[in-house]
Nanobody, 115 residues
Framework: QVQLVESGGGLVQAGGSLRLSCAAS????????MGWYRQAPGKQRDLVAV???????NYVDSVKGRFTISRDAAKNTVHLQMSSLKPEDTAVYYC?????????WGQGTQVTVSS
């Protein structure tokens, strides 16, 4: 069982920045991949960014060049640095951890970008 605790959401003006953090209850190197999903009101939950155990990263096209996913192995934490935020980035952001057979989810953190 992997527990994930997110932090760092909030309200920011368009063009601003936020950093989300996700602390895992196990070593992040025991997890195949970690990442972030987001869900806006009335929309499906979509993958935003992922980082694998080997350090490979991938992003949805709409955030490339603005968001950066990184990890701090010593703290078993993954971060999502979000810059040049747009109102359409407003959503609940969920941290995920993919094991061999199970995907674990955090509780979600709200990000609101005002225009």
């Amino acid at each position: 069982q992997v527990q994930l605790v997110e932090s760092g959401g909030g309200l920011v003006q368009a063009g601003g920045s936020l950093r989300l953090s996700c602390a895992a209850s196990v070593s992040i190197f025991s997890i195949n991949a970690m990442g972030w999903y987001r869900q806006a009101p009335g929309k499906q939950r979509d993958l935003v960014a992922v980082i694998t155990r080997t350090g490979y990263t991938n992003y949805v096209d709409s955030v490339k060049g603005r968001f950066t996913i990184s990890r701090d192995a010593a703290k078993n934490t993954v971060h999502l640095q979000m810059s040049s935020l747009k109102p359409e980035d407003t959503a609940v952001y969920y941290c995920i951890a993919r094991g061999d057979y199970t995907t674990y989810w955090g509780q979600g953190t709200q990000v609101t970008v005002s225009s």
